[in-house]
């Protein structure tokens, strides 16, 4: 099961591990005992779309390293 993360209404930001069902669940704040609401965030990712290694990166490095580099890989 995923870890979810939530927030309460004095701003106390918790995780709390449950099912996908369940987690639009309020869940109790451990600090003050509120309940608190499931919270969308991204954690200290950086967000990228596919393989590190794109075409452009492969076809500057090569482009940096000949000297008649034409464009293509």
């Given at each position: 099961?995923?870890?979810?993360?939530?927030?309460?209404?004095?701003?106390?930001?918790?995780?709390?591990?449950?099912?996908?069902?369940?987690?639009?669940?309020?869940?109790?704040?451990?600090?003050c005992?509120?309940?608190?609401?499931?919270?969308?965030?991204?954690?200290?990712?950086?967000?990228?779309?596919?393989n590190?290694?794109?075409?452009?990166?492969?076809?500057?490095?090569?482009?940096?390293?000949?000297?008649?580099?034409?464009?293509?890989?």
């Open positions: 099961m995923p870890f979810y993360e939530y927030e309460c209404n004095n701003e106390h930001v918790f995780d709390e591990m449950c099912s996908i069902k369940d987690r639009l669940e309020k869940k109790e704040c451990p600090k005992g509120q309940k608190g609401n499931f919270r969308i965030s991204v954690r200290k990712t950086q967000p990228h779309f596919g590190a290694d794109t075409k452009f990166n492969m076809r500057e490095r090569k482009r940096t390293r000949q000297k008649d580099f034409n464009g293509h890989i």
